[in-house]
């Protein structure tokens, strides 16, 4: 049989291709297609300092190349940020997006096309914590948590991560004394487990029985997960330091309002805190020690060598209300605590880097680091000044929103 001319030209085109491949890797034909270029700006890495008149190269969703004086590929698609300020998407540590209906099954409860997803590109926000049921009746523990990104449209690349923390409570229908009891349970186990394991006692090992209920509290015993709890007082952060003495597990512990008052404690037990420094609340008339709420909360955690994050007062997202109240606007609530005597670095580290490890997903979000995802938003102004609006916000390399096409804010300038 003869030859196919056909067969016998595409295979001889492969070849080439295949040759010049290996002699020229980086050559534009293969290298830049998929490339894209932010240059001009003042890189706000987070980590390492500003960039001044920087550029950053994006391949594959993930950020490749950062610094000054790098060659952008001829082919690569480039955004113009000269006089803009480029940092990492912000980073927000409770929110309600993205979900509908009832489910606590967030994967089967994510909507690409909620409103509020669109909302939080808008203002610069592109990961997420949520969360789902929570403790109730006599169970100290429940729900369901994750950590989502508003891809808006995508339902595909939304979720990030699952399961990223324990939501526990020391104060359910039964009292804290449920909690410590069923800690208790898993530690003599896993002691147990241990000992027999260590004297390869075999007949032991297949003799002890695991008591009902106590598997979340063994995950929390050996810091696969950190408890999630929520206190207000001082009295109540000093509950859990105790706990913390008696079982060393990891804790995030939100709405910390009194945590200066015992910042020294906390830090002294590595617990990470989600707070809103505006938060009030009035000073206990009926003890003789500091009380209530300030807004040098998150200076004097900053000062003790507590690690926090920052939220605003509502965990929503609305285009109504009191300005700065939601997440529409998650740098003004640090500005405030800015205001409060806190540096403008550990600010902007709480709703970006701070945030990410608190939740689990430092290792990919929150600074502009080579090998991150190349979640990033231009600014046009500083972070913290009222008029400033993002420009735009790219999630995994991508542009998701523009401004100037922008059915919420396209028509405010700065002259307005």
């Not at 056909?6 to 492969?14: E, F, G, P, R």
């Not at 945030?355 to 600074?367: K, P």
Request: proline share 4%; aromatic share 6%.
């Amino acid at each position: 049989m003869g030859k196919n001319p056909q067969k016998s030209k595409a295979y001889t085109a492969h070849l080439v291709l295949m040759i010049l491949v290996t002699l020229c890797p980086a050559c534009p034909l293969f290298a830049d297609q998929d490339v894209t270029a932010i240059k001009g700006g003042d890189l706000y890495t987070i980590t390492s300092g500003i960039i001044k008149n920087g550029t950053i190269l994006i391949e594959d969703g993930k950020i490749s190349r950062i610094g000054q004086n790098i060659e952008i590929p001829k082919n690569a698609k480039v955004i113009n940020a000269a006089g803009k300020v480029v940092m990492p998407g912000l980073v927000t540590a409770t929110a309600e997006v993205g979900m509908a209906g009832s489910d606590n099954q967030i994967a089967e409860s994510l909507d690409p096309f909620h409103y509020s997803a669109s909302l939080a590109l808008a203002s610069g926000i592109t990961s997420i914590y949520v969360s789902r049921g929570g403790p109730s009746g006599s169970n100290p523990i429940g729900g369901t948590n994750a950590v989502i990104k508003p891809t808006y449209g995508d339902l595909e690349n939304m979720l990030v991560k699952e399961s990223v923390a324990q939501n526990a409570s020391l104060s359910s229908w039964m009292g804290k004394t449920n909690f410590l009891e069923n800690q208790r349970k898993a530690h003599a186990y896993l002691q147990k487990f241990d000992e027999y394991t260590r004297d390869k006692d075999q007949k032991k090992l297949q003799e002890l029985k695991k008591p009902s209920g106590i598997d979340e509290y063994i995950r929390l015993l050996k810091k696969e997960l950190p408890a999630r709890l929520r206190a207000t007082t001082a009295a109540e952060l000093l509950d859990i330091v105790e706990m913390i003495d008696e079982f060393d597990i990891r804790v995030i512990i939100d709405d910390a309002v009194e945590a200066w008052v015992v910042a020294e404690e906390i830090a002294k037990h590595d617990i990470h805190l989600v707070i809103t420094p505006r938060e009030k609340r009035r000073p206990n008339e009926y003890i003789s020690g500091s009380s209530g709420s300030t807004l040098e909360n998150a200076a004097i955690l900053k000062k003790a060598g507590v690690k926090f994050a920052i939220v605003p007062t509502s965990p929503s997202f609305a285009t109504w209300g009191i300005a700065g109240r939601d997440l529409m606007a998650l740098p003004m609530e640090a500005a405030f605590a800015v205001s409060g005597g806190l540096d403008e670095q550990t600010a902007l580290e709480s709703i970006t880097i701070n945030a990410a490890e608190i939740i689990g997903v430092a290792d990919r979000v929150g600074s502009l680091q080579v090998g991150k995802d190349a979640d990033i938003i231009i600014l046009d102004g500083h972070p913290f000044h009222h008029k400033t609006f993002v420009e735009l916000t790219l999630i995994n390399g991508k542009i998701l929103y523009e401004k100037s096409k922008s059915p919420y804010f396209s028509h405010i300038t700065h002259d307005n």
